[in-house]
Nanobody, 120 residues
Framework: VQLQASGGGLVQAGGSLRLSCAAS????????MDWYRQAPGKQRELVAT???????NYADSVKGRFTISEDNAKNTAYLQMNSLKPEDTAVYFC???????????????WGQGTQVTVSS
């Protein structure tokens, strides 16, 4: 199983970006997908979560600005980021929890990071 994150870039404050995280491999089901971020010198923090049933949760710092969604058929999660602020600058990582594969193993996977830079 591999997770491929994409969509990062450089944007001015107030702008928008949409991140994608596509899981590939012999996947039967993914229980939940998360987006984390890590800014220089800071710990990795959870930004948003979506379960296979569509339940979502957000960090207080991004509520009302970020929206997480998923396409279960494509095993892909998205993070729509609006009204971006310089403090949103970080490397964003996706994390798939409870990935059930065709050999009936359930494992968690990290994707590679994608850089988001918001200029003031």
């Amino acid at each position: 199983v591999q997770l491929q994150a994409s969509g990062g870039g450089l944007v001015q404050a107030g702008g928008s970006l949409r991140l994608s995280c596509a899981a590939s491999g012999s996947i039967l089901r993914i229980n939940a997908m998360d987006w984390y971020r890590q800014a220089p010198g800071k710990q990795r923090e959870l930004v948003a979560t979506i379960t296979s049933g569509g339940s979502t949760n957000y960090a207080d710092s991004v509520k009302g600005r970020f929206t997480i969604s998923e396409d279960n058929a494509k095993n892909t999660a998205y993070l729509q980021m609006n009204s971006l602020k310089p403090e949103d600058t970080a490397v964003y990582f996706c994390y798939a929890r409870g990935v059930l594969t065709t050999n009936f193993r359930s494992i968690n996977y990290w994707g590679q990071g994608t850089q988001v830079t918001v200029s003031s």
